[in-house]
């Protein structure tokens, strides 16, 4: 016990390393941006002023972001998906696997669960002795049946990684016509150099590095896939079915962002749902998951009026 406690508290000190490294680079950049570049090194006080406006707006908005990122706890399942007292006495005093499989497969009856492990047997967390709902996970930092950055925060996540670029290819877009007279030595400062060489560099490789993750969590969010969806295929009652959660880019983006436009560019919580049930795709049509073929892919696309969410993970499976 002692040993998986100091495991643990391993684990979330490691969990913090890259935070903190984040925070340190960006208080930085700010300094540098707004210090050596804007203050020292431009001499049109119009230029500074929009320089500084613009900077501001997506430093803020990155900010929040952020903020919201980190501080919005993962959403956990309800008391619902809880083995009773009674349930799971019964659970426990089971020895062989097929009986315990069908005390799950009765209780699910009444939750609203279809995805399955790859043997067909209802999904359980054994630490939390919670039945997963659909697209949940044991997280191995946490130590908790949740979703790292899900339901409740992958919005917020989205915008984070959309402002952070927009704050680097910004500072690249400004900076890089002083940055070249620093290089071809026509500004000798060697502070002011050092700090707006540096700035531009990093800047530029956080672009390019987030722009790949940003297109990558968009076509995510385009085809309504979780990062372990993406790993591993989600099984149901008839077999795995990659698209399962697929109900249209439209659907799927309002799932994320909702359907109130003007909440769409701020990190506040908009998305449909309760992070727990989803709209399946041959749901939404006539076809049944045994109708889709060996890549899951459905024989008929479908659409849904009013979906009720998603949730994307970058947590561990137990």
């Known amino acids: 016990m002692l040993l998986t406690a100091c495991l643990r508290r391993c684990a979330r000190l490691l969990y913090w390393i890259p935070v903190t490294i984040v925070i340190m680079v960006v208080m930085w950049s700010y300094y540098a941006y707004v210090v050596h570049f804007c203050w020292i090194l431009l001499s049109c006080s119009t230029q500074r002023v929009v320089f500084l406006c613009l900077f501001h707006v997506c430093f803020g908005m990155f900010s929040w972001s952020f903020w919201k990122t980190l501080s919005t706890p993962p959403s956990s399942p309800s008391v619902e998906f809880q083995l009773s007292s009674s349930d799971s006495l019964l659970y426990e005093q089971e020895r062989g696997g097929m009986e315990k499989s069908q005390i799950l497969l009765e209780i699910s009856q009444k939750l609203s669960v279809h995805t ?36 409740s925060n992958y919005k917020f996540f989205m915008l984070f990684l959309l402002y952070s670029l927009l ?82 880019v439209r659907a799927n983006f309002l799932q994320v962002f909702g359907k109130n436009k003007s909440l769409w560019p ?53």
């Open 266 to 318: 701020f990190p506040v919580f908009s998305s449909q749902g309760d992070g727990q049930s989803f709209p399946l795709r041959w749901q939404m049509s006539s076809h049944s998951p045994s109708a889709m073929n060996g890549n899951g892919h459905c024989g008929m696309e479908g659409s849904v009026v009013s979906p009720e969410g998603v949730s994307v993970t970058i947590a561990v499976d137990d």
């Open 116 to 151: 399955r492990t790859a043997a067909g047997a209802i999904r359980f967390c054994h630490h939390c002795q919670l039945i997963k709902p659909d697209r949940c996970h044991h997280c191995s930092v946490c130590q908790m049946l949740n979703t790292c950055i899900g339901f």
């Open 167 to 248: 704050y680097c290819l910004l500072i690249v877009a400004t900076v890089t016509p002083t940055f070249i007279q620093l290089w071809l030595g026509k500004l000798f400062d060697s502070c002011v150099k050092l700090h707006v060489l540096f700035l531009t560099l990093v800047s530029a490789m956080f672009a390019v590095t987030l722009c790949f993750l940003l297109f990558f969590h968009i076509w995510l969010l385009a085809s309504n896939k979780t990062t372990l969806e993406w790993l591993s295929v989600p099984f149901f009652v008839d077999g795995p079915a990659s698209e399962a959660f697929d109900v249209g």
